[in-house]
């Protein structure tokens, strides 16, 4: 019979799908088109959480966020060609954040692209993400997309976690097999993220270091955050009493406001330390290198004297940039529980001079920050507007924080204080704009709970038009778009006099409110603290999609925020 025989075969589509599943992987961002438009229908017929966007970069970013947050790759799916660079730039985020993620790409028929005979959206795919990413590969025959998802799988989420290309062309989906066969031909991923043991002589090396430290200082990055090791990173710092400093995103690992965090001490910690362990945190620009005058050194070649630890996954990471004398190499989990057996139960605190140095300098910046938080000038400006923001944080920890910008990104980090593990979503190892929806979606649809997104007005038009995805998936986020009309601020002048407005500046007083209202959310203009804090109140306890015009003075920000010496200096005048 029909149905006998429909029972008998199965296709493409259903392998890509139940191999996903049988992975435990359920929920796909994407784009629709072709060819992949009829796999995401099916998908969500068979009980898939399908989020689709607008832009295929934003659905990209999507999947990252959920692999930091998750452990599990993100899965995104893109049509050819043009969908698929667009969810490229995505890709290459994720691996260079060290975030997991898989791009599925839908992609043109390889006789006609290998001979460039100009297919529909025709390219190269494959070759195209290669350098871009952490694994590429592609899948020809149905019998082969169990194998091919499961080593996309595993190149995502063991050793240093990254992005994964995997191409699909067209042809595929609608290939058919024997449906017996086709089931043996699924894997299930066992222990796709191995644990990486240190070697004890490594961990001894780096505890004897500490042990010698007089100033010693523990730096935690994203990493640290990503490997969900939250109490055995406590017990480390709280035992050898150590004061912290956390990257970005590995704010709120331990809270913000504990006694042995040095954020607000962070030039003073950064030069003096001794002996500095970093967790899951690279020497990258975000420190400067390990070096120059940050870091104590006389100039911005010279190293400050001191010694690294460095507890990293990846064993080329040590010696990037300055030497590391103790890299203690496996995953964070395993290599921080190790120390923390190894340092044992009798551990003699750093010396007071030390802890009593930083607290000091501590309380003179964080008595600064209260006194300009106190103030509520009018036009609002970013400490005004975020102080905001930073009560609400504090009275809802559990909300996810997606940050984005210039100034809005300086300043809400160091503004905001995070209390819980994971709950900062920034701009990254790359520092960029266009995260913000992105990030904030799957924020959303992966922890259900409140996000609040603070965005510069130039980082929210990256991503804008994805207010509508918010809106359709009726998600709780609320947008806060930090309005000074124009990138780092609106007041710039055309230089020639001429009519066009300067580069960086925007229409004046534009309402971007307007845009979630358009969608059937919430718009609220706000040129007060007291109408910020009402609208952002309202949003949080309803959870319906909002968006907040945060109106606020046009001449407050600086060039690039804190790293405008990173431009280049024009030498002719
Ligand atoms: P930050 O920007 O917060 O300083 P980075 O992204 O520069 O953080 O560094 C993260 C580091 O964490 C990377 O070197 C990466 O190899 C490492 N890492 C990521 N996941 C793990 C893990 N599970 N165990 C150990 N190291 C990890
Ligand atoms: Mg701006």
């Known amino acids: ?30 784009l629709p088109g072709i060819p992949i438009t009829d ?37 995104c799916f893109t049509v050819s060609a043009p969908g698929f660079l667009n969810g490229l730039t995505a890709l290459a985020n994720a691996t260079t954040n060290c975030f ?16 460039q005979q100009g297919d529909y959206e025709e390219m190269d795919q494959l070759a195209i993400a290669k350098p871009l990413c952490k694994a590429a590969f592609r899948v020809l025959h149905a019998e082969d997309i169990g194998v ?27 290939q058919t097999i024997d449906a017996a066969a086709g089931k043996k031909s699924l894997i299930k991923v066992v222990d796709a993220a191995p644990k990486q043991i240190p070697a004890p002589d490594a961990v001894k090396r780096a505890v004897d270091l500490l042990k010698g430290a007089k100033k010693p200082l523990i730096l935690l990055g994203k990493g640290a955050a990503y490997a969900q090791a939250d109490a055995d990173i406590k017990a480390l710092v709280e035992k050898t009493g150590i004061p912290y400093l956390p990257m970005s995103m590995a704010k709120g690992l331990l809270p913000d406001n504990h006694a042995q965090s040095a954020s607000a001490a962070r030039s003073y910690v950064l030069a003096e330390a001794d002996v500095v362990m970093l967790v899951g945190a690279r020497l990258n620009w975000l420190l400067s290198h390990g070096k120059g005058k940050t870091w104590g050194g006389a100039s911005g070649k010279d190293g ?14 040590a010696d990037s940039n300055v030497a590391i004398a103790a890299p203690v190499i496996g995953d964070i989990g395993s290599c921080v529980a190790a120390l923390n057996a190894a340092i044992g139960s009798s551990w003699a605190k750093p010396p007071a001079e030390w802890t009593s140095a930083i607290s000091e300098r501590k309380d003179k910046n ?32 559990d909300a996810v924080l997606v940050n984005e910008g210039a100034n809005a990104l300086d300043f ?82 055309n230089a020639s006099g001429g009519k066009d407005v300067a580069p960086t500046v925007f229409v004046k007083d534009a309402r971007y409110e307007m845009l979630m209202q358009a969608f059937g959310g919430t718009g609220v203009y706000a040129k007060t603290t007291a109408e910020l804090k009402k609208a952002l109140d309202e949003a949080v306890s309803s959870g319906k999609p909002t968006l907040i015009n ?20 024009a030498k002719k005048k």
């Open 148 to 174: 091919g998802i499961a080593r996309a799988i595993r190149s995502a989420v063991s050793g240093r976690p990254g992005g994964v290309y995997l191409d699909l062309p067209a042809k595929l989906f609608a």
């Open 100 to 115: 997991p993620m898989i791009l599925i790409s839908g992609s043109s028929e390889r006789e006609i692209v290998d001979l």
């Open 550 to 569: 945060a109106i606020i003075d046009e001449t407050a920000g600086t060039e690039s925020g804190r790293i405008t010496s990173l431009n280049p200096n």
């Open 412 to 493: 809400t980090r160091s503004i905001v204080d995070m209390y819980e593990p994971r709950k900062r979503l920034d701009v990254g190892t790359w520092g960029i704009m266009g995260i913000g929806m992105g990030f904030a979606v799957a924020a959303a649809v992966e922890t259900g709970k409140p996000v609040i997104a603070v965005c510069g007005d130039s980082a929210f038009g990256f991503s804008g038009m994805e207010v509508e995805t918010i809106c359709r998936y009726n998600l709780p986020v609320c947008v806060v778009v930090m309005n000074n009309n124009g990138v780092y601020k609106g007041t710039d002048q």
């Open 1 to 30: 019979t029909t149905e006998t025989q429909s029972q008998a075969t199965t296709d493409g589509f259903h392998l890509v799908i139940d191999a996903l599943k049988l992975n435990g992987l359920d929920t796909i961002y994407c």
């Open 366 to 397: 964080l008595t600064k920050m209260a006194e300009t938080l106190a103030k509520d000038p009018s036009p609002m400006n970013f400490h005004s507007a975020l102080n905001v923001v930073r009560n609400k944080i504090k009275e809802r920890p």
């Open 304 to 317: 400050g004297g001191q010694q690294f630890i460095q507890v990293d996954i990846s064993p080329t990471e």
């Open 39 to 75: 796999f995401l229908r099916m998908a969500q017929g068979e009980g898939m959480r399908v989020i689709a966007f607008r832009h295929e970069q934003h659905a990209g970013n999507a999947a990252a966020a959920a692999g930091f947050l998750t452990q599990k790759p993100g899965i």
